[in-house]
């Protein structure tokens, strides 16, 4: 363990512990905007700037390790005021768009514009502007709100291993996209989505449905493939609006393309919600009792005439292990066959 | 029967002077006198750009049985005279000999990096051996522990000459002491600052001492690679480089087992892409690493976690190129050179409104003056000198006023610049401290890795009220401004590009206040460098209505007819001052 002394008060923290750590264990709140607890430090937004004793310039409490002995000051109107000029900075080269940005509400930015009480611009100047060029199905990205923080990528390389996107460009001009800023082709994860502390990165199925307000947040398990991540479900007006993951959860807050994007079968009018018997060349509804029957009926007439080798069974990679056990047991000890598999081969 | 040779500078600058047409006047002379004579060229006998006076050319000398006299700027008419006078009667043409400027050119000089480029063959390994090469790595590997060399070497007080001036031996002894398997030693040849040819001028001129430098610094930390970050901009260097390298494997200088002392190392030559950023240590290895050239937070230092998670010493080639010569004539030679904390001598790119340009190699602790006035030969035409910019685009400005400052990292920094990697950029009345600062802003801007907001918005910002402020749309509240945001950048930018960016312009605020107050309160830039702010006019009485002004502008905005008053309509005129360059009666008022 290591002891050091911030803000006048004793903490102690694990060798490795970066001094950013060492305060927000002790409940000593410092501002960031690039940092993310699960990805390298970057030391890109400046925000986190302390003072430590015997160092002459302020720095960055997120890539400074905890020492023993050391003295560091979070807070102090020379802190403060360093701190403001930054997210003036940033705010000079943003839209100021906070009424419609899908953002507001839980964007960090917006949240530190507000703490730091900042109205006015005293930069003004260029802003850059970009063209919307997003082909896939799935990432709005709204570069203009993009304050370069890289958690987009870092946590496209360090977590989803893909590498999709990268800084390109210099200077003023920096930007986060693909190679040779070709369209965005890649998993479409979206963790990158869900790190993003601005507006800059969206759902497209999410956008301009609902601000945080009306929304209900369930917290369930993935039913999509037998990992079982955990999901908190958006749901307005009974509806699933948005899926995201809890930090919490088993699986850190990461999720792949299908748990986060493919909720839209849910209340897909083209979704079986009840069995369906073709009568006359017509599929008809029916009762439960009625469709297994039928289905126990032709199973077994098929295998009293060809043999049960004649039968094979399919199961689901979204169906539990629970399920798939009975599943394979109808199957070799109902039916008298081996052929059995499932989908889960993605 | 004297013997007479003949050299006449073929340099670029001697060519560029008209060099080829003095030899050939030479050539005439000689066999119209029917003398006999071995004519050679004076600058390029060893494959390196002359390191003379370039300003003087062509320069010839005549050695006459061993006596050599030097001719400044010679022209194809004066070669009959000297033949005559000098070649054949023995009296050197005394008026047309060098002035005392071009000895204090070289008096004032101390060469130690520079002492071999020029005589020595860059590309001849025996050359440099000769010349008393590889001696120093012999030495080492021979008869001195690791301990030893990093002793010596902190002792001769070498500081790292590639701007921050952390002192070498310390550098290489905290590496030294990390317990390591692997360790890299690289050589950061990326000299990116605008105008800097220090480093390309030891590389290509002598680029066995670099080798040799790298060699006992690996040794030293124990280090069995490294690398050369070498622009790709420099083809001569790499080629050169290369060929080195190759001589030097040859030798048995590189491979395993040097000299049979044991030690191994290899020397791998990496291309950079020419990002100025690429130069910062941090950025340079990830660069090597395949990674986008953005720094990253120190701690951890290379010396510890470097390249790859080793721990990497990187040094500049002027640092490294000392070191052959500091273990060669001692640690006491050395810090003979110098003060007291800035030890051994600096080289410089002298440019700017100085008569004589070039780079210079100095002792720490020159001053100003010397330079300027004595190596530099003072301003050009007569003019008022009025301030130095050192360090290039990190450093600062210095008002004439403090003309007598030492040149060392203690004096410069105090002053509020740097040494830096060695640029000196000498400014004169004609020059408007606004517009340099401005311009090495855009530089910085542009060149920012955009990892950091401070850096990437700030300095744009920064930019953005320098360019208001030269356009006349300054605000009596910009300088504070100025000053508030560059402090700013300077205490929160993450690596060295951010932190010293404005330091042009905070420098030419502290010492030239008065010239930003010109142009923001009376909308005038006394030097008349920014256009935006320059009115031209007619002057009545001196007009010849010529109708030159009016065929030169561009715009359209000059009237007048033949042989009567003309005038210039000020809400079309672009302020190119075409009007002003044509007019032969000095009748257009330039203010
Ligand atoms: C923006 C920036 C550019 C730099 N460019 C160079 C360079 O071109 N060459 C160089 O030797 N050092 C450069 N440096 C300094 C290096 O980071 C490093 O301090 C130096 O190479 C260490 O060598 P030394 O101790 O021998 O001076 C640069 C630093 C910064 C911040
Ligand atoms: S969606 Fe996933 S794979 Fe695609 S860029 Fe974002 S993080 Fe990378
Ligand atoms: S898109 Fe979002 S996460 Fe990515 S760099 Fe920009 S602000 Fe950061
Ligand atoms: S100071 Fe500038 S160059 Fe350095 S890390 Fe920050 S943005 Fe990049």
Redo the contacts with the bound molecule.
């Keep these: 363990m290591i002891s050091l002394t911030i803000d006048g008060k004793p903490v102690s923290v694990q060798e490795g512990s970066s001094v950013l750590d060492a305060a927000r264990s002790a409940g000593i709140p410092i501002p960031t905007l690039c940092h993310h607890p699960k990805l390298s430090a970057f030391g890109?937004c400046r925000l986190c700037i302390v003072r430590i004793e015997g160092i002459p310039r302020p720095v960055t409490s997120c890539t400074t390790p905890a020492a023993e002995g050391m003295v560091v000051t979070t807070a102090s109107p020379e802190i403060t005021a360093l701190r403001k000029t930054v997210l003036e900075l940033i705010l000079s080269d943003h839209p100021n768009d906070c009424m419609v940005c899908e953002g507001a509400g839980t964007c960090t930015l917006q949240e530190y514009a507000y703490a730091f009480g900042l109205r006015d611009n005293p930069y003004p100047g260029e802003r850059r502007q970009y063209e919307a060029c997003d082909a896939n199905p799935f990432i709005e990205r709204d570069m203009e709100k993009c304050i370069a923080c890289g958690r987009c990528v870092k946590v496209c390389d360090e977590i989803q291993g893909v590498a999709a996107i990268n800084f390109t460009y210099r200077g003023f001009k920096t930007k986060i996209c693909p190679a040779f800023e070709r369209e965005l082709d890649c998993e479409f994860c979206g963790q990158c989505v869900q790190v993003c502390p601005t507006g800059a990165l969206t759902g497209k199925q999410w956008a301009r449905t609902a601000r945080t307000l009306d929304v209900q947040k369930v917290r369930t398990v993935c039913g999509y493939c037998g990992v079982g991540c955990e999901v908190l479900l958006h749901v307005q007006n009974n509806r699933i609006i948005r899926v995201s993951a809890p930090d919490d959860g088993w699986n850190e807050g990461w999720l792949c393309v299908k748990g986060r994007f493919g909720y839209r079968f849910v209340d897909s009018p083209d979704r079986l919600t009840e069995p369906l018997i073709r009568k006359d060349g017509v599929l008809q509804p029916a009762s439960w009792d009625e469709a297994l029957q039928l289905v126990a009926d032709k199973l077994t007439a098929i295998k009293t005439q060809h043999g049960p080798d004649t039968i094979g069974g399919l199961s689901s990679a979204r169906c539990t292990t629970e399920e798939n056990y009975l599943f394979q047991k109808l199957m070799r000890a109902a039916i008298g066959t081996n052929n059995v598999d499932h989908c889960a081969r993605l | 029967m004297t013997e007479t040779i003949i050299r006449v500078c073929m340099g670029p600058g001697g060519i560029a002077a008209g060099g080829a047409d003095v030899l050939a006047a030479f050539q005439s002379g000689l066999a119209d006198a029917q003398v006999s004579a071995t004519i050679e060229n004076r600058c390029t006998m060893h494959k390196v750009g002359c390191l003379g006076l370039c300003a003087k050319d062509v320069l010839v000398d005549i050695i006459r049985n061993g006596d050599k006299k030097t001719y400044e700027l010679v022209t194809p008419d004066m070669a009959g005279r000297i033949i005559t006078e000098h070649v054949i009667g023995g009296t050197p043409v005394a008026e047309w000999l060098v002035k005392d400027d071009y000895h204090a050119f070289h008096a004032k000089q101390v060469k130690v990096v520079l002492s071999d480029c020029g005589a020595v063959d860059p590309e001849s390994i025996d050359s440099y051996i000769a010349a008393g090469g590889y001696a120093a790595v012999r030495a080492v590997l021979t008869s001195m522990t690791r301990k030893d060399v990093i002793d010596l070497i902190k002792n001769s007080g070498l500081r790292g000459r590639g701007g921050a001036g952390f002192p070498t031996g310390v550098k290489w002894e905290n590496c030294s002491n990390v317990d390591a398997d692997t360790k890299y030693i690289i050589c950061n040849a990326d000299e990116g600052d605008p105008g800097a040819f220090m480093d390309r001028a030891a590389l290509e001129g002598n680029p066995h001492a670099v080798l040799e430098g790298m060699l006992i610094g690996a040794y030293a930390i124990g280090a069995r690679i490294g690398y050369v970050y070498v622009r790709a901009e420099y083809p001569l260097a790499v080629e050169r480089l290369n060929l080195a390298i190759r001589q030097a494997a040859e030798h048995g200088f590189l491979g395993e087992n040097i000299l049979g002392s044991g030690f191994g190392f290899t020397l791998r030559i990496k291309l950079g892409a020419g990002a100025f950023?690429c130069g910062?240590e941090t950025a340079l290895i990830a660069s090597i690493e395949g990674e986008r050239g953005?720094?990253r937070p120190k701690p951890p230092f290379p010396v510890y976690k470097g390249l790859w998670g080793k721990p990497t010493v990187i040094n500049n080639v002027e640092t490294l190129a000392n070191v052959p010569y500091i273990i060669r004539n001692g640690a006491d030679w050395f810090a003979s050179y110098g003060t007291e904390k800035s030890k051994g001598t600096k080289v410089f790119s002298l440019t700017g409104k100085v008569r004589n340009t070039g780079l210079i190699e100095v002792p720490m602790g020159i001053t100003l003056r010397e330079i300027i006035h004595e190596i530099g030969g003072g301003i050009e035409n007569g003019r008022r000198f009025k301030a130095v910019q050192t360090g290039g685009p990190s450093g600062g400005c210095i008002p004439a006023s403090m003309i007598d400052l030492n040149v060392d990292y203690e004096s410069l920094s105090k002053a509020g610049s740097i040494v830096g990697s060695g640029g000196m950029i000498v400014l004169d009345e004609d020059d408007c401290m606004v517009s340099v600062a401005k311009y090495f802003l855009q530089f910085t801007q542009a060149?920012?890795?955009?990892?950091?907001v401070?850096?990437?918005v700030g300095t744009k910002r920064l930019l953005e009220i320098m360019e208001r402020i030269t356009n006349g749309n300054g605000q009596e509240s910009d300088l504070d401004l100025l000053v508030k945001l560059g402090n700013d950048i300077r205490q929160t930018?993450?690596?060295?590009?951010?932190?010293t960016?404005p330091n042009p312009v905070l420098s030419t605020i502290k010492y030239f206040r008065d010239e930003y107050e010109a142009h923001i309160r009376d909308k005038k830039c006394p030097a008349k460098v920014c256009k935006n702010l320059l009115t031209f006019s007619v002057i009545a009485a001196a007009c010849k209505g010529c109708g030159a002004c009016l065929r030169a502008c561009p715009a359209g905005a000059v009237s007048g007819e033949k042989k009567k008053l003309h005038t210039i309509d000020q809400t079309r005129c672009v302020k190119c001052g075409a009007c002003f360059d044509a007019c032969k009666f000095k009748a257009i008022a330039k203010d």
């Design positions: 890109g | 950023v910062e953005m720094p060149e920012s890795c955009g990892k950091c401070p850096c990437r930018s993450l690596c060295g590009l951010g932190m960016a």
